[in-house]
């Protein structure tokens, strides 16, 4: 059981994974060197304890106890009760849903280990705020036989990652691969957007991007690169030619894929538009390639 303590000092030093939540700069750096993230809110929470995160300390403010009591009890980890004037302090705003668990990261694994494992990992049963994302189980909906995942290549706004993860949990991807500048997917506000999905899809990063290509295409992926390119093909083209094994690249907002990236795809593919709109955010794009793409 874990034990519940008090605190009324803003500058209590058990605290100190809460501070300061909204720097960005300082957190993004701080959170992965000290191999922690923060997940807000009681489902965010549970949805990682669920997928096998270890808890170092919950942060809950007085009526969230009794919500959080079976969490509590089952965890050996501190649980600071505080007051919402003081957590407001501690965090630096306003903590409306009074409840922050601070939680240890997992190793990244390897590319190529990460290929040759995940396959039809998660899905989403519903992706609103009333529902968990489980573990396909046998009795689930059933998917096709082909493997399909993505390259995030330089998505550096938060709420894009996390919303283009959980399009990749709710559809199928299998995997998600980040370029070394991409966002980090755990950071507090990516995490609130995916509703947690980011603990459920297999993710890691690349390390020599764009030569990272290759190891898609040594274990037999063929790379498209979502780009406006009149040479392109459309989506729907590459829906038919029904890949078994397909890896999806997306850039970073405004610029898209790097020329580096596109020169290093096998296909280039376009999802096309009307009205005169040139282009998606890359998050509504994700989710248009990932459906139209899903194995059949």
């Not at 939540?21 to 009681?42: M, Q, S």
Request: hydrophobic share 45%; net charge negative.
């Amino acid at each position: 059981m874990a034990d519940l303590i008090t605190v009324e000092d803003p500058d209590d030093p058990r605290l100190r994974d809460y501070t300061g939540l909204t720097d960005v700069e300082l957190r993004r750096r701080r959170e992965p060197a000290e191999g922690l993230f923060i997940a807000e809110g009681e489902k965010v929470i549970r949805r990682a304890k669920g997928a096998g995160y270890e808890m170092r300390s919950m942060l809950l403010s007085a009526k969230w106890i009794d919500v959080m009591r079976d969490v509590i009890d089952e965890l050996p980890a501190p649980v600071y009760a505080v007051s919402p004037d003081l957590a407001e302090r501690v965090t630096g705003y306003h903590v409306h849903r009074g409840a922050l668990a601070s939680m240890q990261r997992k190793p990244l694994p390897a590319a190529a280990d990460l290929l040759q494992t995940a396959r039809r990992g998660v899905i989403m049963e519903s992706v609103d705020d009333h529902t968990d994302i489980g573990a396909v189980s046998p009795s689930g909906p059933q998917r096709g036989a082909g493997q399909r995942v993505a390259i995030f290549e330089d998505i550096v706004d938060h709420a894009n990652l996390g919303a283009a993860f959980r399009n990749a949990a709710a559809l199928g991807v299998d995997a998600v691969f980040l370029t070394p500048r991409c966002a980090d997917p755990l950071y507090r506000r990516a995490v609130k957007v995916s509703m947690g999905a980011v603990f459920h899809v297999p993710w890691t990063r690349l390390t020599s991007w764009p030569k990272d290509v290759e190891i898609f295409r040594e274990h037999g992926f063929v790379a498209a690169a979502l780009c406006l390119n009149e040479k392109s093909i459309t989506i729907d083209e590459l829906a038919a030619r029904r890949y078994e094994k397909l890896v999806l690249m997306l850039g970073t907002e405004g610029d898209g894929l790097s020329v580096d990236a596109l020169r290093a795809a096998d296909e280039w593919v376009r999802i096309p538009m009307s009205a005169g709109v040139d282009s998606l955010n890359v998050a509504a794009a994700s989710a248009v390639a990932f459906y139209a793409t899903r194995p059949q």
